[in-house]
């Protein structure tokens, strides 16, 4: 199925990427777009990606997948990264969401380190936001925020800087009228959903997004999309198997799951599968990795 990029909306992972990537109206756009559905003031951000999706020809503007935002503040007179906020909208309900994101979360947590550095009061907090057309926990919560916290003492937070939050454009409960209205905009983004300033101002971005010829020329066949997705997904699920296997026998450096999810061949990976649930150290497994480039 081929579907033109003026038919899109926001919830569509290939426009929200389109839209924040854009050099123009990448920055304001998520600016805004955060500041509401976090309902606070979102300051100085930078937006960068997490994966590469060629144009359809040599000549035509590929795109980059998964929105990274990093939110800066001053900090005795340098600029610094505060808050970290990965959005990622999902129209396919076929995920064991918690468990990606856990996942995901490890891996954007291990490249903010230098190797050797022992302050990890370094790192900067990080906001997981996943956006679906469903309700994964079935509450009817516009929004489900999810924090760590003592289970003997409810009230005692654990303050680890992360912050889990979906946003369900389904949902009826809770939220803001604001928020609903970012909602609705982001399951069908046409002008006649703009029911507020914030959503006219993102709208107008849509706009000069979807009005981009090279991009409208570009656009990917979704079938082909969704048939990479899959097959992404079940290179993930094999290197967080992995992961959880050598788990059990020490502790993991991050590096493993780095250069794991630089292989995309499943069989070698099958091997390493393999080789993770007899190896008797870490030692042992990571003799067996092969060489691989880690892509920045």
């Known amino acids: 199925m081929r579907r033109k990029l ?8 290939y426009l929200m990427t389109c839209v924040a990537g854009d050099p123009e109206v990448g920055e304001p756009c998520c600016r805004r777009m955060l500041s509401v559905l976090l309902q606070r003031e979102i300051s100085s951000v930078h937006i960068t ?6 144009g359809a020809d040599t000549d035509l503007r590929g795109i980059r997948m998964d929105v990274e935002v990093e939110e800066k503040i001053m900090v005795d007179g340098a600029e610094s990264v505060a808050n970290i906020y990965d959005i990622e909208p999902h129209t396919r309900n076929d995920l064991d969401f918690p468990r990606h994101n856990r996942f995901y979360q490890a891996r954007n947590d291990s490249k903010r380190l230098k190797s050797g ?16 057309n469903f309700d ?6 516009m929004v ?3 924090r760590n916290h003592c289970e003997e003492v409810p009230e005692l937070r ?35 959903n703009a029911a507020d300033d914030a959503t006219r101002e993102i709208d107008s971005y849509v706009a000069k ?30 290197v967080e198997a992995i992961t959880e296997l050598l788990e059990d026998i020490g502790t993991v450096p991050p590096s493993i799951p780095e250069r794991l999810t630089a292989i995309t061949d499943m069989e070698e990976l099958k091997r390493l599968h393999k080789v993770a649930a007899k190896a008797k ?9 092969p060489e691989v480039t880690i892509q920045e």
Not at 136 to 141: A, K, V
Not at 163 to 189: E, H, P
């Open 144 to 146: 489900y925020t999810f």
């Open 136 to 141: 994964l926990f079935g509450e009817d919560q």
């Open 158 to 192: 654990y303050e680890d800087g992360l912050c889990y939050v979906y946003f369900n454009t389904q949902g009826k409960k809770g939220g803001s009228q604001a928020i609903r209205n970012m909602l609705d905009y982001i399951q069908n983004s046409e002008g006649a």
């Open 49 to 54: 990606t997490q994966r590469v999706i060629p």
């Open 117 to 132: 550095e022992k302050d990890f009061g370094k790192l900067p907090n990080l906001y997981v936001i996943t956006i679906t």
């Open 209 to 238: 997004v979807k009005a981009d010829p090279l991009l409208e020329e570009g656009t990917m066949t979704l079938g082909y999309y969704f048939d990479r997705e899959r097959e992404e997904g079940r290179l993930e699920d094999r």
């Open 281 to 289: 150290s870490i030692e042992t497994f990571e003799a067996e990795l």
């Open 6 to 13: 003026v038919e899109m909306n926001l919830i569509d992972d």
